[in-house]
């Protein structure tokens, strides 16, 4: 398979352990509930019953099996990584570096082009300001005056459509590179497990085996 297919199965395996995870966590899944009605207690010959009233999921995973899954799985999620992680080795560039300096790229992006679309400005606020002044008696009276509200941006602005510019066909260029490796790489691995569909269905698949 080729590293794009590799981190799938990593990410399939993870998602397969996730769910038995949440699956045993719940407490309806992993006990039995029975409720003894005691009725004979109450009134003479009558008949004691037990009534199973667990909530257990649809699915009725076994524990025990569930338990011996994961343990597969992580010793499936160990193999894989160590093959993902030669085949990373033989590429000619940091595949982890160059996705983590793209990732910062991107977000970097959204600020400048946020920078980029500012314009300095004003706005008349009308009658907002107030004042004081005393009249020809003496008596302090208040005035109401406009605001003139200016915005002026404190930075070149064509400067930072440039670097948006640059900055956009480097990463459009570094991720046209990794999606090459991604493909073109090769990783020595073949799944245990069928990991298509469903996790659920993975799983009473693999129970049926």
């Known amino acids: ?9 990593q990410n399939k ?5 996730d769910y038995i995870t949440r699956y045993l966590y719940k407490s309806d899944n992993v006990m039995t509930i029975t409720e003894k009605h005691l ?3 109450a009134l003479a010959g009558q008949q004691d019953d037990s009534v199973d009233v667990s909530q257990k999921a649809e699915e009725g995973f076994d524990v025990g099996w569930l338990l011996a899954v994961w343990q597969e799985l992580m010793v499936e999620k160990e193999r894989l990584g160590t093959a993902i992680g030669k085949a990373k080795a033989n590429m000619e560039f940091n595949l982890d570096a160059a996705v983590d300096a793209n990732k910062s790229r991107r977000a970097f992006l959204s600020t400048l082009q946020g920078l ?6 004003h706005e008349l606020r009308k009658g907002e300001g107030r004042g004081y002044v005393f009249n020809n008696d003496g008596n302090q009276t208040a005035y109401c005056y406009d605001i003139d509200r200016i915005m002026t941006i404190d930075y070149d602005r064509n400067k930072v459509r440039a670097m948006v ?5 480097t990463a459009d260029a570094v991720s046209i590179k990794i999606d090459e490796a991604l ?13 298509a569909g469903d996790i659920a269905f993975i799983l009473e698949d693999l129970m049926e085996k």
């Open 116 to 121: 980029a679309s500012r314009k300095s400005s």
């Open 183 to 195: 493909l073109t790489t090769k990783v020595d691995y073949k799944p245990k497990f069928d990991l």
């Open 1 to 9: 398979m080729n590293l794009k297919e590799a981190f799938q199965a």
């Open 13 to 17: 395996i993870g998602e397969l352990q």
């Open 165 to 169: 510019k640059e900055l956009t066909q």
């Open 39 to 41: 009725r004979s207690k």
